[in-house]
């Protein structure tokens, strides 16, 4: 190297004492990592949220009384599940002011060892005629092609693909299309025309290891989207107080339901976060302050060989915002890693929906956490660069003589 | 100010509260050091010897009277300017090592340079090593220099931006009697053949041969002695 500059000074002091220079990027990379992972896992479950209740298109579900919360897993999750009602109740809420659309469905479990899974899925059995979850999503991507009873639409999670055929409960399936990743139960979900369910539930005391003990005029849930201008909670009641034996949710309970689910961990890890950066805060700044305060002598030297004070104050600060950066680089990295290796089996142990959160946001947030890195060390260096910088040269040499 | 004088001190104090007294480092000392001199300063510890030479470099204020350096009363600029000055004009040299210990000497060399935006350039650095005799030296750190090739280097870096002023602290004070003598050769040469100011202070009155000035400092006055044994003049 021909000549020197600020860098090699502050790459060579960070050299000095690499076990201090760890500490301090430790420090940042945990509360980083911390914060990133927070992040990535709050926004994702909104942006399934937002996808799935768009993709749900229903203001009000309508289940058997008792169901509520199994109804809600189903739906965020993909958990299977299977409860009826009498499929009276769809002209009782039919009687009802403000119901816009209306639309029944029937849950039916899979069986674990059904040909084409592993594992139990979730069967919805969708009626075309009345439809309005399913069949826009069939309007634009299928092309509004002509499909039978026992052509069926699969969550993207599912393990199948357009034109595979598939089996249940001895009737065979065709795969119309699949559906785009939500991150929610319906990604778990295998939507089957009403018709070709009703011939599945029959046809499972000839054909399936076990009998659908389901009556023809059974249903599981009602879907519901009310009128404009109309005041969703209120339907809701009405509901409630005039039908009897059910239980009702709207989409924005659904989301609340998530978000109280997901609340608890985020709020534990950001507050966590927040603790672990303000003490990194602090231990950086005393550790600069001692830095300085054994470097005082140096600091001098540098002055005396014609430093202004505005360089030993970026001196100080470049030291420990490299530091920092690189900590808060580590830890979002580390994070990142962890995500995208182990984001399957944290999503199952909280039981949260998880839609990824686009390139673009991850890249704004990676700025922003490193941003913030950058100034942690900014701030937690200022008092001892302030200091440093503006100590008396002469006695700064005289330091350690 | 002469226009030769390039150091112009005129009843300059340094004083320090301690309790309720005021304890006085140097008092009311006037000075005039021209281009080229080579002035020597002794006086025992304690007697304002680093103070003053701090004083000459801008390094500390002075709590009265004028100090101008080049023609600049360092109480009226900012740091920026006498920083300026430092760099551009004057080099120091200090007792104890002050060798910036993460760097190698070739590097101490070429520190200099950052400060005046002029880089100094490898091959300069080197020269300068090479020229105060240590010539196999240039990547080892002051951890692994002895104390006089610590002071040597110190001389090389103090050079680097090729000063007017030369300011030492004590620059042998902590060699042998034989290293101390190379030393101060090498101080004589940068002044002969150079040209360069020497401002040299030490407690060995000895050293005091080597300068064309030898001056005496004593709680914190300062007289002049002539170097050929003329009666000694007071000057402040």
Redesign the interface.
């Known amino acids: 190297m021909d000549s020197i500059g600020i860098s090699h000074l502050v790459l060579q002091n960070i050299r000095r004492k690499p076990y201090r220079a760890v500490v301090i990027a430790l420090c940042v990379a945990v509360a980083s990592g911390s914060l990133f992972f927070a992040t990535i896992l709050l926004r994702g479950v909104q942006n399934s949220l937002t996808v799935g209740q768009a993709r749900l298109g229903a203001d009000i579900i309508v289940v058997p009384e008792g169901h509520e919360i199994s109804a809600q897993e189903a739906f965020i999750t993909g958990e299977a599940t299977s409860f009826m009602m009498s499929g009276d109740v769809v002209m009782q809420i039919l009687e009802l002011p403000s119901i816009e659309k209306l639309s029944e469905q029937v849950f039916v479990q899979t069986l674990t060892n059904a040909s084409c899974c592993i594992g139990e899925f979730f069967l919805v059995g969708y009626n075309p005629d009345t439809d309005f979850t399913i069949s826009p999503w069939l309007a634009t991507n299928i092309n509004n092609q002509e499909f039978g009873p026992f052509d069926v639409i699969a969550g993207d999670r599912i393990l199948l693909r357009q034109g595979d055929s598939v089996v249940f409960y001895g009737t065979t399936f065709n795969i119309l299309g699949v559906l785009e990743k939500t991150g929610m139960g319906i990604d778990r979900t295998i939507y089957v025309p009403m018709e070709g369910l009703r011939v599945m539930i029959e046809d499972s005391a000839t054909l399936a290891e076990k009998t659908l003990e389901i009556s023809p005029t059974e249903i599981s849930s009602v879907m519901i989207r009310v009128q404009k201008d109309s005041d969703i909670l209120d339907v809701a009641e009405q509901i409630e107080s005039k039908v009897q034996g059910v239980q009702v949710f709207t989409a924005s309970q659904l989301n609340q339901a998530v978000g109280d689910q997901i609340k608890g961990v985020t709020g534990t890890i950001l507050g966590i976060t927040i603790v672990i950066w303000v003490m990194s805060l602090f231990m950086i700044g005393l550790i600069f302050s001692l830095i300085v305060n054994e470097r005082k002598r140096e600091l001098g030297l540098l002055r005396a060989m014609g430093a202004t004070e505005k360089f030993v104050f970026r001196l100080v600060l470049s030291e420990a915002s490299l530091l920092t950066g690189l900590g808060g680089l580590i830890g979002i990295l580390t994070s990142g890693i962890v995500l995208i290796s182990f984001s399957r089996l944290i999503i199952k142990r909280l039981g949260i929906p998880f839609l990824s959160p686009n390139p673009m946001e991850i890249i704004l947030l990676t700025v922003g956490i490193m941003i913030l890195s950058l100034i942690t060390g900014i701030l937690a260096s200022l008092q001892p660069a302030i200091s440093s910088s503006r100590m008396e040269p002469y006695e700064a040499v005289r330091q350690g003589e | 100010m002469s226009k030769k004088n390039i150091v112009q001190l005129n009843n300059v104090s340094k004083s320090y509260p301690q309790g309720d007294e005021v304890v006085y480092a140097i008092k009311n000392v006037s000075l005039e050091v021209s281009k080229g001199d080579f002035v020597v300063i002794t006086g025992r510890s304690g007697s304002g010897k ?2 003053m030479l ?1 004083l000459i ?5 002075s709590s009265a009277g004028i100090c101008e350096v080049f023609g600049v009363n360092l109480q009226d600029v900012e ?2 300017k006498t ?2 000055i ?3 004009k004057i080099g ?1 040299v ?3 090592s ?1 060798l ?4 190698s000497a070739l ?1 101490n060399v ?7 935006k002029q ?4 091959a300069r650095a080197k020269e300068l090593l090479d020229w105060v005799g240590l010539e196999k030296q240039y990547g080892r750190y002051s951890a692994q220099l002895s104390g006089g090739q610590q002071s040597r280097v110190s001389l090389a ?1 103090a050079l680097a ?1 090729q000063p007017e002023l030369i300011l030492a602290d004590e620059p042998t004070g902590n060699l042998d009697i034989e290293t101390e003598l190379e030393m101060m050769e090498l101080f004589k040469e940068i002044n002969k053949t150079k040209g360069t100011t020497v401002l040299l202070v030490t407690h060995n009155p000895e050293l005091a041969k080597f300068g064309n000035r030898h001056l005496v400092m004593e709680n914190g006055l300062i007289s002049e002695k002539m170097i050929n044994g003329s009666p000694e003049a007071v000057l402040a």
């Not at chain 2, 910036?100 to 760097?103: A, E, M, Q, R, V």
């Not at chain 2, 070429?110 to 005046?116: D, E, M, Q, R």
């Not at chain 2, 880089?119 to 490898?122: F, N, Q, R, Y």
Request: no cysteine; charged share 25%.
């Open positions: 680093t103070t701090s470099g801008g390094l500390t204020n740091d920026e920083s300026e430092r760099a551009k120091f200090f007792q104890f002050s910036i210990p993460t760097l590097d070429k520190l200099p340079g950052v400060f005046t880089p100094v350039g490898e870096r931006n």
